[in-house]
């Protein structure tokens, strides 16, 4: 096939779903490299380079947008221009996502084809996140309203009409208690942690990035178990706070803050009064037989990354299904989460991408933790002997990326002494009316009644009508 025949036949056929904002995830390859490696492929590049560069500049594009988006400049092939160029569609997959892509990330392409780029929220399937790993569940939502949200989940919202029955609470919070013990059991089994069943069960479960701000969690728990220990907090409801996330194997930051996370576990493991009421542990060789358990037994799903740096996430959209109410910043598919489930049902705070952009140029996180005494206290402990990171100084490293920051990037930013206290005063809200079992249990109710959007038979079927353009086989 000739190249211009080949070209215009590959522009119908691929489409582009951009997963990340993340610039380590629009990759970037040395012409060299490419050169070496694969000198026809390059050749094509080239080539795909040039007819891109020709028909811009026929549909008047400028010369300096079409430098600034060609796929080879600065000596490098830019994989998304590539991407974006030789697709009929490009999507996002959540609703402010794909709204960042357009404005920011790939705005001077949005311009160019303003019909090109459209969402497509992720989904979960509901028959393993929901059916198979809580039978008990799936089984009490079947004798309420049958079973055809098996495979129409948009099914789950006639259990609004069951958020205030006694009775259906009572199932609730029982299936709850046994998916606790079940988890529990689980955990001893594996990790040979002992975990109370009685308490209130927090999980933060996804890859290890500081974007998601695992750190952030851990800093805050940290102050609080520092308040219950002080007498400063003496009513805190019962809880633990479960960790699970690999780091990718070079990420040396990532893996000190696992071992962080251990450590304060380690700290509050051997105050004997604290321990009663708060406990942390971070879970070994997380993965899907693990997330199975945790995602039916978790009542509190952490979802906390800097507004505008995640995607969509999908732990959200399964903890959400299976009744735990979002403790999260106004990111990813957490905007759609609360918008359906209601902004009561859930625990919102943090700064906006509004927020972050209007205080970009002159934030400053050494004045916060110098004014902070509860951001001094817990950043101090990094520098101050009171955790080992076995002589590695990956804990000092992690010090001064939150105050100093270095020539290759700004001290903190991903803005967790920014979201610091805002993220303390609503965990301490949500704790307060975790109390009452029963009551609470009506708000993660009301997330699994407001979660049939979520399920990937959604999301495909809306690939296939709007950027696939086939037909359901019947």
Request: hydrophobic fraction near 40%; aromatic fraction near 8%.
């Amino acid at each position: 096939v000739d190249f211009d025949t080949a070209l215009k036949t590959a522009k119908k056929i691929f489409n582009y779903t951009n997963h990340t904002v993340m610039q380590e995830a629009l990759e970037k390859w040395d012409i060299e490299l490419i050169e070496e490696i694969l000198p026809d492929i390059m050749v094509i590049i080239k080539d795909i380079d040039f007819a891109m560069k020709k028909e811009l500049e026929a549909r008047g594009i400028d010369k300096t947008t079409i430098n600034k988006i060609a796929i080879i400049r600065d000596k490098k092939v830019h994989m998304a221009d590539l991407a974006v160029y030789v697709s009929a569609a490009v999507n996002g997959v959540a609703a402010i996502h794909t709204e960042i892509i357009k404005n920011e990330v790939l705005a001077d392409w949005h311009k160019i084809y303003p019909e090109k780029i459209r969402n497509k929220t992720n989904g979960v399937t509901q028959r393993r996140w929901l059916r198979l790993c809580n039978g008990e569940l799936a089984q009490l939502i079947t004798g309420l309203i049958g079973d055809k949200w098996v495979t129409d989940t948009r099914e789950l919202a006639k259990l609004k009409a069951f958020e205030k029955d006694s009775a259906v609470m009572d199932s609730f919070v029982k299936i709850k208690q046994e998916k606790h013990k079940q988890l529990a059991e689980f955990i001893y089994e594996h990790d040979k942690i002992d975990i109370n069943p009685d308490m209130v069960f927090d999980v933060q479960i996804k890859r290890l990035h500081e974007y998601k701000r695992q750190l952030l969690n851990a800093l805050v728990l940290l102050a609080i178990y520092f308040d219950i220990r002080d007498g400063k907090i003496t009513d805190f409801t019962p809880t633990t706070f479960l960790f699970a996330s690999k780091a990718a194997p070079g990420y040396r930051r990532a893996k000190g803050i696992i071992k962080l996370i251990n450590e304060i576990a380690e700290l509050i493991e051997k105050d004997k009064a604290a321990s009663s009421v708060i406990k942390v542990a971070f879970l070994s060789n997380y993965n899907v037989t693990y997330a199975e358990k945790l995602v039916s037994a978790a009542d509190v799903s952490v979802q906390i990354s800097t507004a505008g740096t995640e995607a969509s996430g999908t732990g959200n959209m399964k903890m959400m299904m299976n009744g735990a109410v979002t403790l999260g910043t106004l990111d990813g598919a957490n905007i759609e989460i609360v918008n359906e489930a209601g902004k009561e049902n859930n625990y919102i705070f943090g700064a906006t991408v509004e927020d972050i952009n209007d205080i970009e140029a002159s934030y400053n996180p050494k004045k916060l933790y110098s004014e902070n005494p509860k951001i001094k206290a817990v950043l101090d402990t990094l520098i101050d002997g009171t955790f080992d990171d076995g002589g590695t100084g990956v804990f000092k490293e992690i010090y001064d990326s939150l105050i100093v920051g270095s020539k290759f990037e700004k001290a903190d930013k991903y803005y967790l002494l920014l979201d610091f206290m805002p993220l303390y005063e609503e965990r301490l809200r949500l704790n307060k009316e975790s109390a009452n079992r029963k009551e609470f249990a009506k708000k993660g109710f009301a997330n699994i009644a407001g979660s049939g959007k979520f399920s990937s038979d959604r999301t495909i079927a809306e690939y296939a009508s709007d950027i696939w353009h086939i037909s359901e086989v019947k």
